[in-house]
């Protein structure tokens, strides 16, 4: 067998592009011009799909298929107010949990118990629900669980349903009479905003039947005859006299119910329909918010405002007198539970707290609707006399705060401030008033005026609370307007009385993320992490935090470092290790990863990979050493530690003199050496065994590129210990590293003592220990062996390393017969391999294919002569009848085989 002589040079220039220079990218919007007009693409304009989408303005599509058509009937103010309504019942009932066994009232019992109207039912309904309120009176509470409860609501609201559509008004009345009497029962207490969302959902169902049947009526007459069509803001007098006649009935029978909770529920479900009798509604609405002052339960009257409320949503009305009539009487009641004094039944204060904390969202719910139309806020907030004299109670002042618009809040701080100031008592926590202070003016962070006197007055409220978490919670909130109007001197002041609180408490896990708020946005606010590390107090505040927090806080401080230049500052250096180093500490790399996990280690990895100690490579080696010492948990920052010492050595060729560098390369291939074997993943350990083999070649270290590349070829043998089931893409992964191997070989000098072909063989056999290297692998790394030894046998290889002290083989062996003899050796043994492993392959297909490319690898490498011909044939034949003789693969193999000779190899 003789090698084909090749002449690479010769080759690069007949096969290489012609270059033309240009002024610009091909793919600029001048060079597309002129490209449309050098070539033939008629009308059709160049689009770029790298340079984004077309500048053409795309017109918005209308999904109609999603699109609802509103019934006539109903506003989209008033659905959308619905949806709202439905949306805060669902959080009202999650707010609340539900305990599993309630205490109710011997009559509510009874009720949900199950005692049904059914049979004979009076049509005096005054007569039976004085017969119920004097079993009312009846002393005693039962035990029910909450499942029996809800189901039986449930299954009161289907009674009512089927009463109603089998034309049983009076039943339908009773029953929801019986719902309406359950919200008279506080005493379910936790309870409560369950029971209201429900007995609520069945007065709307009431509501809404008693208004399409009042509009029916008045549409149509008994015999089907449309009379007219009602619009949204239909006029009473055009209501005929037979459903005003219904109507009255309907409210004067709600008029002679005895309880007044009850009475008011059912008048309120029907509201609307008092638009069928007089076009002045808002009398009846406002008559209502009147009645509710007789209700003396606080819980029972602010549940029933709140769905006063809801109901008076569903009128025409513009005017909003109720809304403030509603919350001036909240105002009433709430003060009076909390001037309450101790009673010679004892403090009821935790008692009181709840039935606050219960009544909470009807408050929520009422500043929503006071504040709803942006048109009218400033009336609104002249009408609750706002900045009055008398103090506010601090439930009703904090959701006022919630709901007023960022613009009046910026705009009246400093008063605001004070009015917070005056409303102290415990029906909240006057903490959370500040707080929501302080984040409405971030909203609006650019308009607030007198900043000055507004930090000053809320740093003097913060300082005079005992409490570490009250301090941390007002300074949190007002920590991005003293950032932003770069207040310093406020700023040393705080992170001051912070660390001495700090060292003088035991910090709570509230107390801790209160502060880890504070510090992230102290971190985050500056671009420079060195200004944050020289503020006073900031390093030791840090090192007092722990857990999650600190592992938050030191998130943040890592990601805000390394997102601009690189770190090259000693002492921000040695500050940033510290944090690094404490966020390693507080995770478990060695779990499975979560995002927090991958994040970290990210933060980290770049961290690392922006410090740069300039041309003092030493110190950064130094550097590398510590973080493989202090990281040893995360395997994936190993592999970036070695890619940082080879980029080092790198770096030392270019800055450094020729003694020096070389010590220097030697010490961070040490490195490597000691580095790589720890990472677990066999494939990554050979890419960092070529490189460093590469780095080393480099540097003139024949005898270390030696040892890299033994380790290299170690590696692959112990491939098969990772596990039994390889899979395919690592598998191939592997493969082209081995095949990489080959191609960095022609720059390694041959070893003189093991001969020039030692790790070709090593690779070869390798091929016969490995179990998970399948036919088709093989044959792919012996094509490549076989290109390999036929390169060396060339008079000039195609690339050389550039060190000038390293020589390639083709200088090394030129002319040397034992040398040629070898590489003929090694190839022989190859091609037999080649031949030997194609019909292992079990795919058909896949053979014919691999038989194919091992021919043509043959009569690339090759002269072809009578036994290499032969060979090839044969190989050409297994194609045939795997691929069948119309293969275009095959034709194009047979005639490439047959220009290389005259001898014919298979036919055409």
């Known amino acids: 067998m003789e090698f084909k002589t090749r002449d690479y040079r010769a080759e690069d220039k007949v096969y290489s592009l012609t270059r033309i220079s240009v002024s610009s990218h091909p793919l600029c919007s001048s060079a597309s011009s002129s490209l449309l007009h050098t070539q033939d693409h008629g009308s059709t304009e160049f689009f770029d799909p790298l340079r984004g989408l077309s500048t053409q303005t795309l017109e918005p599509v209308e999904n109609t298929a999603v699109a609802e058509k509103l019934p006539a009937t109903q506003p989209t103010s008033h659905l959308s107010s619905k949806k709202e309504w439905t949306s805060f019942n669902k959080l009202l009932m999650q707010r609340f949990p539900v305990p599993k066994m309630i205490s109710v009232s011997s009559f509510s019992s009874k009720t949900i118990k199950g005692s049904k109207a059914s049979g004979e039912l009076s049509s005096n309904i005054q007569s039976d629900e004085l017969n119920d309120s004097q079993k009312l009176k009846e002393g005693g509470f039962k035990i029910v669980s909450q499942q029996e409860y809800i189901k039986r609501l449930h299954e009161l609201k289907d009674e009512i349903m089927r009463s109603w559509h089998s034309d049983d008004r009076v039943t339908t009345l009773k029953l929801s009479i019986k719902v309406a009497r359950l919200l008279m029962d506080t005493s379910v207490a936790q309870f409560y905003p369950t029971l209201f969302v429900l007995a609520a959902d069945i007065m709307d169902m009431l509501g809404d039947m008693v208004w399409d049947r009042i509009k029916q009526k008045a549409e149509f007459a008994d015999d089907g ?104 009487d909240t105002k009433i009641v709430l003060t009076r539970i909390v001037s309450m004094k101790e009673t010679k039944y004892g403090n009821f204060l935790g008692d009181r707290r709840l039935v606050i904390s219960l009544m909470e969202p009807t408050i929520e719910y009422t500043m929503r609707c006071i504040f709803k139309d942006p048109n009218q806020v400033a009336d609104m907030i002249l009408r609750l006399e706002l900045y009055g004299e008398v103090p506010w109670i601090s439930v009703i002042l904090h959701y006022l705060l919630k709901e007023l618009p960022v613009s009046v809040v910026c705009s009246n701080a400093v008063e605001i401030l004070h009015l917070v100031d005056c409303s102290s008592d415990y029906s909240f926590d006057q903490c959370l008033n500040y707080k929501v202070l302080g984040l409405k003016l971030c909203e609006g962070i650019s308009q607030v005026n007198t900043v000055d006197v507004l930090i000053d007055e809320v740093i003097q409220v913060a300082i005079k609370r005992k409490s570490l978490d009250e301090y941390l919670k007002i300074l949190d909130a007002y920590m991005d307007i003293i950032l932003q109007y770069k207040i310093d001197h406020y700023l040393s002041s705080i992170l001051s009385e912070i660390f001495e609180r700090l060292c003088s408490e035991v910090v709570t896990e509230d107390e801790l993320a209160n502060l880890q708020s504070i510090i992230v946005k102290l971190v985050t606010h500056f671009d420079d992490m060195k200004q944050v590390f020289d503020l006073n107090y900031f390093v030791d505040i840090l090192d007092v935090m722990h857990g999650s927090s600190r592992s938050i ?111 220097f390369i030697k010490s961070c291939i040490t490195f490597n050496e000691v580095t790589i074997p720890c990472i677990p993943s066999y494939s ?137 003899q070898e590489l003929v050796s090694l190839s022989t043994l190859i091609l037999h391999n080649m031949v030997d492993t194609i019909p292992q392959e079990s795919s058909q297909a896949t053979r014919g294919k691999l038989a194919l490319e091992a021919c043509n690898c043959i009569a690339m490498s090759f002269n072809v002569n009578q036994e290499i011909s032969s060979v090839c044939s044969k190989l050409v034949e297994i194609a045939r009848s795997c691929l069948g003789p119309a293969d275009k693969y095959l034709q194009s193999t047979i005639n490439f085989v047959h220009k290389q000779s005259p001898v014919s190899v298979g036919g055409k």
Request: with cysteine.
């Open 684 to 820: 990554r350990q050979l890419i960092l065994y070529l490189e460093t083999a590469e780095v080393s070649l480099l540097g003139g270290l024949i005898s270390h590129s030696d040892g890299l590349l033994d380790s290299a070829i170690s590696c692959l043998q112990d491939v098969n210990l990772v596990d039994g089931m390889r899979k395919n893409e690592d598998a191939d992964g592997i493969v082209s590293l081995m095949r990489k191997l080959c191609s960095f070989m022609l720059m390694v000098p041959g070893n003189l003592d093991q001969g020039v072909t030692y790790i070709p063989k090593n690779i070869l056999s390798l091929l016969d220990s490995q179990s998970w290297i399948t036919p088709k692998l093989r044959i792919r790394v012996l094509c490549s062996l076989l290109s390999l030894s036929a390169t060396f046998s060339q008079n000039e290889l195609p690339y050389h390393p550039i060190h000038e002290e390293v020589f390639g083989n083709d200088s090394l062996f030129f002319g040397d017969a034992r040398y040629s």
């Open 225 to 328: 005859t449309k009379i007219c069509s009602l619009s949204d803001d239909f006029d009473a007098n055009r209501i005929c006299f037979e459903a005003k006649e219904t109507c009255n009935n309907w409210f004067r029978k709600i008029a002679s119910i005895h309880e007044l909770l009850p009475r008011i529920y059912l008048e309120l479900a029907i509201l609307p329909c008092w638009r069928f009798l007089h076009d002045n509604v808002m009398d009846d609405l406002m008559r209502l918010v009147t009645m509710i002052r007789g209700v003396a339960d606080p819980l029972a009257s602010a549940y029933c405002r709140f769905f006063l409320l809801h109901c008076a949503q569903k009128l025409p009305q513009l005017d909003t007198g109720h809304l403030i009539a509603c919350i001036s």
């Open 553 to 663: 806080v030191s998130m943040h401080i890592l990601n805000n470092a390394t997102r601009n230049d690189d770190i090259n500052d000693p002492t921000t250096i040695k500050l940033l290790f510290d944090v690094a180093q404490s966020l390693h500490d507080s995770v478990d790399f060695s779990s499975t990863k979560q995002d927090d996990n991958q994040q970290a280690e990210r933060l980290i990895v770049r961290f690392i990979d922006k410090v740069d100690h300039g041309i003092d490579l030493d110190r950064h080696l130094t550097f590398l050493i510590e973080c493989r010492g202090a990281f040893s948990s995360m395997n994936d920052l190993k592999e970036i530690l070695v890619h940082s010492s080879n980029l080092l050595a790198t770096r030392a060729l270019r800055l450094r003199e020729k003694k020096d560098t070389l010590n």
